[in-house]
């Protein structure tokens, strides 16, 4: 069964665009992460323009992660105030992204850029959690300790001014690193239309020692605005969102990150981590052989490139 969409201007096999988007519903409940790192390549493989996919994929980002946030503060494991600093710097770090994002489509190299940040970003990021999360499997299966912290250590982040205390993660920490954090994801979502939670999570794991069991529904809580607000204005300045393609992506997507959630809890934080990792790496190697692969029409004609 086809369906045309009116944005991106081809007809897609309906049934396709939703197992898309419940398979990224369920990783984003599973994983506290937002998709869209997974749903924008997806739909590009697909043939989906890449202007369309990173609009329209940061809209498909925000039913995902109202779906999986909601649940999260229903278990009591979302921070409101620490989501709320980050999204002080999600939402200017979108407004600079979205310039970013439409100053690359005027001079011709969006697609580019948009498919070597995925490579480099994907590529680091699934590499260290995956590495990571190995080791700890291994210190696990030896029944190792952790490697204890010197008393008193205290990371560079933690010694930042303008501290405040968020009692649900029982932190004390400076809202710096949270807002260039924010900032940081913000643009991110703007430029390659993810929610960021692939850098977001472990970020707040490692970087901030943000407790892992507030991480991932704090991580959607901060996606939902950011995303929402760059679909917005993707709309009003790009006019690159496809509401039949959005909508279709967005029902899928509520029924998948409930079932992800579930199977989330039932899991290891590092068996989380790994599979999160390979994942990650999967996608990015995808997008790095597309890169290099001689494609089958060498030649294309793209009509209003330069609007």
């Known amino acids: 069964m086809t369906i045309y969409l009116p944005i991106a201007e081809l007809s897609v096999n309906i049934f396709i665009i939703l197992g898309m988007g419940a398979a990224v519903g369920f990783l984003s409940g599973m994983f506290g992460v937002g998709g869209g790192f997974l749903i924008t390549p997806l739909l590009i493989f697909y043939n989906i323009p890449p202007v369309v996919a990173v609009a329209t994929g940061a809209n498909q980002v925000v039913a995902s992660s109202i779906s999986g946030a909601i649940t999260h503060f229903r278990r009591g494991t979302l921070d409101v105030k620490l989501g709320t600093v980050l999204l002080v710097g999600g939402l200017s770090g979108a407004t600079v992204g979205i310039w970013i994002f439409s100053l690359l489509r005027r001079v011709g190299q969006l697609d580019l850029i948009i498919s070597l940040m995925y490579v480099i970003f994907l590529g680091t990021v699934g590499g260290l959690m995956l590495l990571e999360s190995i080791n700890a499997m291994r210190r696990a299966a030896r029944n ?75 991580s959607l809580f901060q996606i939902i605005f950011v995303t929402a607000y760059t679909t917005i204005v993707q709309a009003a300045t790009n006019f690159s969102v496809d509401i039949v393609l959005a909508f279709i992506l967005m029902v899928a997507g509520v029924i998948g990150a409930q079932y992800g959630v579930r199977v989330g809890q039932k899991l290891r934080g590092e068996q989380l981590r790994a599979l999160l990792g390979l994942l990650v790496l999967a996608v990015g190697l995808r997008l790095a052989i597309a890169l290099v692969v001689t494609p089958a029409d060498v030649y294309s004609v793209v009509m209003g490139a330069g609007n």
Request: glycine share 10%; charged share 15%; aromatic share 8%.
């Open 144 to 218: 190792e300790p952790p490697a204890p912290r010197k008393p008193g250590h205290q990371h560079w982040v933690h010694k930042l001014p303008l501290k405040v205390r968020f009692k649900k993660s029982k932190i004390y920490l400076s809202v710096i690193p949270i807002v260039a954090l924010g900032f940081a994801i913000g643009i991110l979502t703007s430029i390659m239309g993810v929610g960021g939670g692939f850098i977001m999570v472990p970020a707040m794991i490692y970087l901030l020692r943000i407790p892992t069991n507030v991480v991932v529904g704090t």
